[in-house]
């Protein structure tokens, strides 16, 4: 009995984390909480591949996932970063049709799964949560034309500039004189996410620690000196 209890807070925990969810009655999120199953991946461990058609909302409890895809030269393409109370896999609530793109486990990864069948049942008893789900679909739609601007009218410099600007926003800690990013891109990433190689972020980062505007701790902590220089090469 308490392992049921226990497992029906975490459920309850994952639910209440997502915004789409985020002005249901406790009741309703109870409601929610009945229909979750959850999935565990390793570091490492792909969720799903170009091409699977999608079981319904996949929900991060805990851990972070990668969002990408292979270029034509078979390079890797990071799309997103997700984190905890994000999702993926709100176009399989709407149609069957296949994912253009890789999920992979950036660290080991809690999901809690709503299947689509389900959820097309809380849809019907709480439609406007459709709308808070194209609410993030605009806002992923947005952040995707950025990038595709970025990668193809900026240069490596601005790439970067934009890249640190956006993680300060997400992951963003402010001290007395510097910000703190603490990260879940490894350089190879990094690289991955602004189209350039791992050699050029490498160095370009440096150039950046040089001129005082960012100090390097370790490969995944970040200080960001100076926010206004970095907006200055966008």
């Known amino acids: 009995m308490e392992n049921t209890i226990c497992l029906s807070c975490h459920h309850k925990m994952c639910a209440s984390k997502v915004p789409i969810f985020k002005n249901l009655s406790a009741e309703e999120l109870t409601d929610v909480t009945r229909l979750i199953v ?16 999608l079981e319904g909302l996949y929900i991060i409890n805990h851990g972070k996932i990668k969002i990408f895809k292979y270029t034509k030269e078979g390079k890797e393409q990071i799309l997103y970063i997700l984190s905890e109370g994000d999702f993926i896999g709100e176009l399989s609530l709407l ?18 799964l709503i299947k689509k069948s389900d959820f097309d049942e809380i849809l019907n008893q709480k439609p406007q949560i459709s709308l808070r789900i194209l609410e993030v679909i605009s806002q ?37 004189d510097y910000i703190e990013l603490t990260i879940p891109l490894t350089r190879e ?46």
């Open 38 to 53: 959850r999935r565990k991946y390793k570091k490492g461990e792909l969720i799903f591949l170009e091409g699977n058609k």
């Open 140 to 176: 992923r739609l947005s952040k995707l034309e950025g990038l595709v601007q970025s990668l193809g009218t900026k240069d490596v410099e601005a790439r970067i500039a934009q890249m640190l600007l956006d993680l300060k926003a997400e992951y963003g800690i402010e001290a007395a």
């Open 95 to 112: 149609n069957t049709e296949e994912v253009s793109y890789y999920a992979e486990a950036m660290a080991p990864v809690n999901i809690c």
């Open 189 to 234: 990433d990094m690289a991955n996410y602004i189209g350039v190689t791992r050699e050029t972020i490498s160095r370009k980062l440096s150039s950046l620690q040089e001129e005082g505007i960012i100090k390097l701790v370790g490969n995944k902590k970040i200080l960001i000196l100076d926010a206004d220089a970095l907006k200055d090469y966008i």
